[in-house]
């Protein structure tokens, strides 16, 4: 493996020369707006170990307070708010803070204005003097935003430099969240085209903080690497192919993509508006299982869907599972591609402390033609046979990274007429018709399973997404939620030789190397029925409290 140097490593997408003249502008916009008391002494910056995850602890540039707020999940400081022991302003200060030094570690960011989030903390802040309460569930929690959502006079960006945009009004979903107390401070980086597993663009390479050797997945790897570095507690991703939850289980974090269309979408900066072979979701990511649920009971209590005319109306409902055993499926594999060792290990400690637990009753998982399936999403992702976006990477000057090239390439991308995108509908339809009679089969109420063929992978090397990609096409909800256990290249080997499944496997083995991976976090997913959100919530709650006991 070639070592870089961190200024390689962080580097983003280059182009012509009139590209580059704007990408500059962009990058000294963003340099300018990080206080100098925030930043990090050259020599840090330098030449920072893999695991930078320590650094906004020891740099002295937080106070003690300052780092305890950003210890807390985005619940605590929701309840400290409300009970007043925390102010606004402290917390939007003391998150604020952190993410300007982990952007200069990462890349994470493509927007800061923490003035403007202190101002809005400073009005709920006097709200809550003269009221006595708080303005709605989530006053006065920062909250950090992936680049597509529109915020009211920040940078937004639709995937490539040509469709960047300073936004005029909030989207559905920032609006919402505003009306309910949320506080932003910081726009987050995502990949160019926002398609694929690596989040790099004009603003650079998004690292992972675990490991900077490894991404921290895509495409709200912005969010991902911020969360991890406790610069945010809660942020907002988008979900299409896994980019909630391959993002959250590469940097060891939390997060649900839910049934889509459940929650807001109206607004994104998109380049394919119209295109419905699959419909992404909006969802949270955070620091704690209770943390999703308190991101889905506040949205879906504001009634979105008044709002939003493609939003269903479906309510959140969390089953007590302490009334019944749960049944769950424990999926070794997707019959394309074997996990690496450290994700196998994982997997085979789960189902032992399930096996051993009262609370449940296990099953293994057979997946139902998985290849079959991923191939009609990938299908699906470019109607157009990439036409779009080619187009757009060719209007603003701006060189095609080669996973956004490997994302719009043959076989799975071809241009279609009218009949061949109402045959591949058709084709989709079938499939999820088939999925779920099996899944009925298998009398299971969720699947557990991994996230990704590994642990994070090394950079510019992401080409399989179908264990995510696959729940995006029969739209069922999942939630990511990390082990406690990290890459170990002193078990997480080979025991023999293995045998590749597939071509996408014989590939996934040769990426691996246990001592890359080494302190890599290691996480799991856990899947449900279609609508079955609060399933999904209450069966990771207990099915992570028994992994850990």
Not at 19 to 27: D, F, I, T
Not at 149 to 164: A, D, E, W
Not at 190 to 218: A, C, F, K, W
């Amino acid at each position: 493996m070639v070592i870089m140097s961190f200024k390689e490593k962080i580097k983003g997408i280059e182009g012509d020369a009139s590209y580059e003249a704007k990408a500059r502008v962009l990058r000294e916009q963003l340099e300018a707006k990080i206080p100098a008391s925030l930043r990090l002494p050259p020599a840090i910056l330098e030449d920072p170990p893999l695991d930078i995850t320590h650094i906004p602890e020891t740099c002295g540039l937080l106070s003690v307070q300052e780092l305890a707020i950003t210890e807390l999940d985005a619940t605590a400081v929701c309840q400290r708010i409300a009970a007043g022991e925390l102010t606004a302003v402290e917390a939007v200060t003391a998150f604020g803070k952190r993410a300007a030094i982990a952007h200069q570690l990462t890349a994470c960011l493509i927007d800061f204005f923490l003035d403007e989030g202190i101002k809005q903390a400073q009005q709920l802040d006097e709200y809550f003097q003269k009221e006595g309460k708080v303005i709605g569930p989530f006053h006065g929690l920062p909250i950090s935003v992936k680049a597509h959502y529109p915020l009211k006079g920040t940078v937004g960006c639709g995937g490539f430099l040509v469709n960047m945009e300073t936004s005029r009004e909030d989207c559905d979903m920032t609006s919402i969240l505003r009306s309910l107390g949320a506080v932003f401070y910081v726009k987050t980086n995502q990949p160019q085209s926002i398609m694929h597993l690596e989040s790099i663009s004009t603003y650079g390479r998004v690292l992972n903080p675990h490991n900077t050797d490894l991404t921290p997945g895509g495409s709200s790897g912005g969010e991902s690497a911020l969360i991890a570095m406790k610069g945010s507690c809660m942020g907002l991703g988008t979900d299409g192919g896994g980019s909630i939850r391959g993002p959250s289980a590469h940097c060891g974090i939390y997060g649900i993509r839910p049934s889509s269309r459940t929650t807001p979408t109206h607004g994104l900066l998109w380049y394919q508006h119209g295109q419905d072979g699959v419909f992404a979701s909006t969802g949270p990511m955070c620091r704690s299982g209770r943390d999703m649920r308190l991101f889905l009971e506040g949205v879906l209590g504001a009634n979105p869907a008044l709002l939003d005319p493609d939003v269903l109306p479906i309510p959140l409902k969390v089953p007590d599972l302490t009334q019944r055993k749960l049944r769950v499926g424990i999926m070794m594999h997707d019959g394309v591609v074997m996990p690496h060792p450290p994700t196998i290990r994982a997997l085979n400690l789960l189902k032992a402390k399930l096996e051993a637990s009262s609370e449940v009753e296990v099953v293994d998982y057979t997946p139902y033609d998985h290849d079959r399936g991923y191939s009609i999403i990938r299908e699906l992702y470019y109607e157009d046979g990439g036409a779009t976006v080619r187009r757009l990477l060719e209007e603003g000057g701006e060189n095609m990274h080669p996973l956004t090239e490997w994302v719009i390439s043959p076989p799975y991308v071809k241009n279609h007429d009218a009949a061949e995108i109402w045959k591949l509908r058709d084709q989709r339809d079938i499939y999820r018709r088939e999925y779920s009679d099996h899944w009925w089969s298998k009398n299971v109420d969720v699947v557990v399973c991994a996230p990704f063929q590994g642990t994070a992978s090394r950079h510019d090397t992401a080409k399989y997404w179908g264990y995510t990609a696959i729940w995006n096409l029969l739209d069922y909800p999942g939630a990511v939620f990390p082990t406690g256990l990290v890459a170990d290249p002193t078990v997480d080997v080979y025991q023999k030789s293995p045998s590749p499944m597939s071509a996408a496997d014989e590939y996934n083995i040769s990426l691996y190397d246990a001592a890359i991976f080494k302190g890599a976090p290691v996480s799991l997913q856990t899947v449900s029925r279609r609508f079955n959100d609060g399933l999904v919530l209450a069966a990771q709650d207990v099915i992570e409290r028994i992994l850990k006991s």
